[in-house]
């Protein structure tokens, strides 16, 4: 079912015969970040990882009644859980063609996104953006969100994934018994 943003936008749940767009569309938040694009996942793992490692949500935007509509934006998230709020979801990434910026899908896609975790019990929805994007800080700053780490002594952390591989093929003076 579409949730309607204006008459001309619309969201709704991705399907697999999306993963082009959803690969287009993080391609396109990729260099707007100015991040290599060799670490992108390819379509194929996309496709292979929708739903059952990710959820995602599309903007679409139709020109005319008549027009098929075009993916112009999308947001991706995850379920976790934390013993100390329970169930939350992590917004991987939110992306709009600029040309679509300002006319309500990123409020839309965050709002689509609010509902279906909500549905899901989870209490909070986190994310992390770079510091000097200011259009994203505005954005988000419309929605009351907080910046968790301003006033925390927290830092985010991460192994990639030739460190990930590493860590996992190393010895360790522990037996796993996994």
Same mark, same amino acid.
């Given at each position: ?27 396109? +938040? *990729? ?8 670490? +992108?996942? *390819? ?21 005319? !009644?008549?027009? !098929?509509? &075009? ?8 379920? %976790?859980? !934390? ?35 909500? &549905?899901?019990?989870?209490?909070? +929805? ?7 994007? &200011? ?14 780490? &301003? ?7 991460? +192994?990639?994934?030739? %460190? ?6 190393? *010895? ?7």
């Amino acid at each position: 079912m579409a949730t309607s943003v204006s008459y001309q936008y619309s969201i709704r749940l991705a399907e697999l015969s999306d993963i082009n767009d959803i690969a287009r569309l993080a391609q396109a +938040l *990729t260099m707007y970040e100015k991040r290599p694009i060799g670490t +992108l996942q *390819t379509a194929a793992a996309l496709a292979k990882n929708l739903s059952s490692w990710y959820q995602c949500v599309l903007l679409e935007y139709k020109a005319s !009644s008549d027009a !098929s509509p &075009e993916v112009v934006g999308s947001a991706i998230w995850t379920y %976790n859980y !934390s013993p100390e709020v329970g169930r939350y979801a992590t917004l991987s990434e939110i992306f709009v063609d600029s040309q679509h910026r300002g006319r309500g899908g990123g409020r839309g896609l965050m709002q689509a996104i609010a509902k279906i975790i909500r &549905e899901k019990d989870c209490n909070t +929805l986190r994310w992390m953006m770079y510091d000097w994007n &200011e259009e994203a800080n505005m954005f988000y700053s419309k929605m009351n969100a907080d910046n968790q780490y &301003e006033s925390s002594d927290l830092v985010p952390m991460r +192994l990639n994934k030739l %460190n990930l591989i590493h860590l996992a093929g190393s *010895t360790s003076r522990i037996e796993h018994n996994l």
